[in-house]
């Protein structure tokens, strides 16, 4: 399944809106023209985008961690890395 | 692995970044104070935020397409709910 | 007397948050740095930048509307032209 | 003359527009609606805003530095205290 830029885009749209970044929400808004989509906002549950993404990171971690036999290896996986 | 609200946020800004929305990008890099986390953004990858996200989407689905028993169904998933 | 390029920002700042644009407020605020000024913010009069600028153009039609005999005459004073 | 809210924000926006303000001239443009005006955008010279408001400053320096006389003194005139 292929997640449209619309799709993503109010996901992110909402995103900000939940976490209070009102100035942002509001400037995204108009530049990425969201809000006149034909999505039904609450349709969308609380959290979408930080959800989905944990499924993702929680997937690529089972994935860097099982070695090509198969079985479960100890890996070290970070999403980002610091800079020291 | 949980992702942190920086590294979220990051990975927010770069696609806004990334897609051409600048002013977004200059709006929740000042409301966010992305600009000034301890990330080091080459080490981030073009489109990561999308490609975790694709990522959680297939695993998702992959699960609402098992059913109990473990086999594949093919069931409907379908993200967002467009509003009629 | 010159209005410097801080003066006059900090004005349109003050206008911005008393005229309720919040995100125009905060986007001009990060972008031409105005909060980081030297100004003392309550020495501002409400309103002010409107004021000056009613001064400037009662200042502007009086001219226009001396002739050079130094007469008062009819003039037509407008500051923007509509677009028909 | 009045100024009315339209057409000083129209100025508003120019002057970010040509102070190279462009995120701020963008989420003021959309806040405003000063896009959606029907003011002929060529019509308004550059810098319209900074000279209206030298013309005031010009104008209210003037009323400050004549005495009840009428007579001129040399006033001490400042737009803004800086704050020590």
């Known amino acids: 399944m292929a997640l449209s830029s619309d799709e993503l885009n109010f996901l992110i749209f909402r ?3 939940e976490s209070g970044f009102s ?3 509001f400037t ?3 530049e990425s023209a969201v809000s006149s989509l034909a999505i039904s906002g609450p349709d969308v549950p ?3 985008l ?3 993404l944990q ?3 929680q997937y690529l ?3 860097s961690n099982l070695n090509e036999a198969g079985t479960d290896v100890d890996g ?3 999403l980002l890395t610091p800079h020291d």
Request: aromatic share 16%.
């Open 15 to 17: 995103y900000l809106q």
């Open 23 to 25: 100035h942002s929400a």
């Open 28 to 30: 995204f808004g108009c």
């Open 46 to 48: 609380p959290g979408a």
């Open 50 to 52: 930080v959800s989905f």
């Open 55 to 57: 499924k993702g990171l």
């Open 61 to 63: 971690e089972l994935e």
């Open 76 to 78: 070290d996986f970070r």
